[in-house]
T-cell receptor, first 115, second 111 residues
């Protein structure tokens, strides 16, 4: 399977704990994106990487959130001091080049529940 | 500020008939539009896209229509099949960097 993979698929944590999610993009895709989806809403853009460079961050990405993409391959999204409002599905997507008509391909998501 | 709107939260269509899902947008800078399909516990799956230089794009049973003057696009599925039952998201982009999604329409195909 050469699709986007995410780990873990589910995470339950207590308020105040730190969590880290991993995303492995499709091989040779230069662009990697993180989105968040809450109940009844569509995915909302959080941040994206061109290779290892993080080029844009949404205002939704508070100081408690940090994302990395070392060596331009997999990416991690860390949430520090989790809050109940962080409960959501975190989606990762990748695209080949970032051209105008590139399609973003999504992974299955990590569902976070903060108790 | 909901820049992409899907005003129908749900739609039921009989198997074999046409399904029409609608999407409106407000940002005139959007120039690339996509439809994604999502099953429960899975990520969105790309269906079909259209750029603003076209008004129609077709791929098998799926056709997307774009009316730029009305800032409206629609997805037609014909004939509808039970496997088409899912949540459909409309998405728009003003650049390759990020997509702005609508809130989704849950399509149910009735056998």
């Amino acid at each position: 399977d050469t699709g986007v993979s995410q780990d873990p698929r589910h995470k339950i944590t207590k308020r105040g704990q730190n969590v880290t999610f991993r995303c492995d993009p499709i091989s040779e895709h230069n662009r990697l994106y993180w989105y968040r989806q809450t109940l009844g809403q569509g995915p909302e853009f959080l941040t994206y990487f061109q290779n290892e460079a993080q080029l844009e961050k949404s205002r939704l990405l508070s100081d408690r959130f940090s994302a990395e993409r070392p060596k331009g391959s997999f990416s991690t999204l860390e949430i520090q001091r989790t809050e109940q409002g962080d409960s959501a599905m975190y989606l990762c997507a990748s695209s080949p080049r970032g051209d105008f008509t590139d399609t973003q391909y999504f992974g299955p998501g990590t569902r976070l529940t903060v108790l | 500020d909901q820049q992409v709107k899907q005003n129908s939260p749900s739609l039921s269509v009989q198997e074999g008939r046409i399904s029409i899902l609608n999407c409106d947008y407000t940002n005139s800078m959007f120039d690339y539009f996509l439809w994604y399909k999502k099953y429960p516990a899975e990520g969105p799956t790309f269906l079909i896209s259209i750029s603003s230089i076209k008004d129609k794009n077709e791929d098998g049973r799926f056709t997307v229509f774009l009316n730029k003057s009305a800032k409206h696009l629609s997805l037609h599925i014909v004939p509808s099949q039970p496997g088409d039952s899912a949540v459909y998201f409309c998405a728009a982009s003003a650049s390759p960097e990020k997509l702005t999604f609508g809130t989704g329409t849950r399509l149910t195909i009735i056998p």
